[in-house]
T-cell receptor
């Protein structure tokens, strides 16, 4: 088991649906991340939150909308997705070392999303 | 631009032998590197990290070596076990970002 919990584990949605992915951590980490991983590819960064504020958006389409309600929770709201958005969506968290940034990310096990 | 890549996509190793997984990086300003293990159906799991002011760091059965001259990173796994079968990623950490290399699949032959 990981210390980063993601729900649901699996999600199938149509292109007109609205759904949300949820992520929770209780390690006191103040940085949280969304990554997207396609089959047999490395994870690709989507968003970074630092102290509950969005600090990095890697030019992600607006059909993906992140939200950080508090320091332990991270959501990813999905709307009008395309079949090519099918992937494993990974949440991660890390300490926020403002001096050296030498802090590994801790990942959840992801949500396997299928868009039909 | 920055890139972190691996030399071999698949590595097959006999159980009990040592494994060496290699990684090249291109950004000479990179100062922190991480190795992750990803098993099927799971998220990446932190294995070991190393800062650029170090050449070597050891953990339990794993060693990471960093050669800044040739911008090369390696992960050594001693006495490889079936449970080590997974995809291994090297990653570079910059400001708030972790960028992953392409990954090496390690297959352990019983």
């Amino acid at each position: 088991d990981t210390e980063v919990t993601q729900t649901p584990k699996h999600l199938v949605m149509g292109m007109t649906n609205k759904k949300s992915l949820k992520c929770e951590q209780h390690m006191g980490h103040r940085a949280m991340y969304w990554y997207k991983q396609k089959a047999k590819k490395p994870p690709e960064l989507m968003f970074v939150y630092s102290y509950e504020k969005l600090s990095i958006n890697e030019s992600v389409p607006s059909r993906f909308s992140p939200e950080c309600p508090n320091s332990s929770l991270l959501n990813l709201h999905l709307h009008a997705l395309q079949p090519e958005d099918s992937a494993l969506y990974l949440c991660a968290s890390s300490q926020l070392d403002l001096i050296s940034f030498n802090s590994p990310l801790h990942f959840g096990n992801g949500t396997r999303l299928t868009v039909t | 631009g920055e890139s972190v890549g691996l030399h071999l996509p698949t590595l097959s190793v006999q159980e009990g032998d040592n494994s060496i997984i290699n990684c090249a990086y291109s950004n000479s300003a990179s100062d922190y590197f991480i190795w992750y293990k990803q098993e099927s159906g799971k998220g990446p799991q932190f294995i070991i990290d190393i800062r650029s002011n170090m050449d070597k760091r050891q953990g339990q059965r794993v060693t990471v070596l960093l050669n800044k001259t040739v911008k090369h990173l390696s992960l050594q796994i001693a006495a490889t076990q079936p449970g080590d079968s997974a995809v291994y990623f090297c990653a570079e950490r910059g400001y708030q970002k972790v960028t992953f290399g392409t990954g090496t699949k390690l297959q352990v032959i019983p």
